[in-house]
């Protein structure tokens, strides 16, 4: 019953994003991957956030004779919130940091993904920790629509 409350004011007060599959949310953006990578950058540093690696798949595949569509995995996350995720239970921990992929599909256009923390919470059974990850679902959706949107 309280999974069922909370999930019910997640979607009443959490806007959709455009897709999410699988406990991964995609939202398509009107820029190309660099531009969407470095907004995406800027605005997790201008709120205080950590990034631990950037990594360039597509310029790495090149090193190697391989080719990819431009693909970047931006690595990142706040200590306070993930810490406090792994008080109420360890095991998100392998989750965290978080990992934002924008990418370029088969048709051109350019997508932010990443995993839906209400997914996690459901994966690793988070008990007691609803209100961050309410928060860390809007702090994700804001950060990924602004990063996307012109």
């Not at 956030?49 to 080719?67: D, L, Q």
């Not at 995720?85 to 048709?107: T, V």
């Not at 350019?110 to 860390?136: A, E, F, P, Q, T």
Request: hydrophobic fraction near 40%; include cysteine; charged fraction near 25%.
């Amino acid at each position: 019953m309280q999974k069922l409350l909370f999930m019910l004011f997640v979607m009443l007060f959490v806007s959709l994003p455009t897709f999410a599959s699988n406990g991964i949310i995609k939202i398509k953006s009107q820029f190309n991957v660099k531009t969407t990578a470095d907004k995406f950058e800027k605005i997790l540093n201008k709120k205080g956030m950590t990034i631990f690696k950037i990594i360039h798949h597509s310029e790495n595949a090149t090193k190697i004779g391989a080719t990819l569509r431009d693909s970047q995995l931006i690595i990142f996350g706040n200590p306070k919130a993930g810490s406090s995720l792994m008080e109420c239970e360890q095991s998100i921990g392998i989750d965290l940091p978080l990992k934002a992929l924008i990418w370029q599909d088969s048709k051109n256009d350019v997508w932010i993904s990443y995993n839906d923390i209400v997914y996690l919470k459901d994966r690793h059974k988070v008990k007691g920790c609803d209100k961050i990850i309410l928060k860390v679902s809007k702090i994700l959706e804001n950060i990924s629509n602004s990063a996307t949107k012109k």
